[in-house]
């Protein structure tokens, strides 16, 4: 069973208490309304899918019910580091694959 750190409980415990909350680091259009249509449906719809490091983000919904970013390797599944939204990615993190 893969375990996972919440970086707010500063615990490592199952992902059965954990939830898939999709990419992270996506920057939202300051204001919808003045982007092109083609432009919102990518910001709702792509998605990178890197062979590799991805930023994710999870919730611990069995736990504290918080929101945190994690950097999980495609290929092994296995997440590397987990970080608060409020804060900035590992150094060695490469940002999740172009
Ligand atoms: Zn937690």
Redesign the pocket.
């Known amino acids: 069973m893969l375990l996972i750190r919440?970086p707010?409980?500063e615990t490592e415990r199952p992902e059965l208490e954990f939830r898939y909350g999709g990419e992270a680091l996506l920057e939202r259009p300051k204001d919808p309304a003045l982007v092109s249509d083609d432009a919102w449906t990518a910001y709702l719809w792509t998605c990178k899918n890197p062979k590799g490091p991805h930023a994710e983000r999870w919730r611990?919904v069995h736990?504290?019910g918080?929101f945190f970013n994690a950097a999980r390797n495609t290929v092994s599944d296995l997440i590397v580091s987990t970080w608060r939204v409020d804060d900035s990615p590992p150094a060695n993190f490469d940002g999740g694959g172009a």
Do not use: D
């Open positions: 919440c707010y409980c611990h736990g504290c918080r």
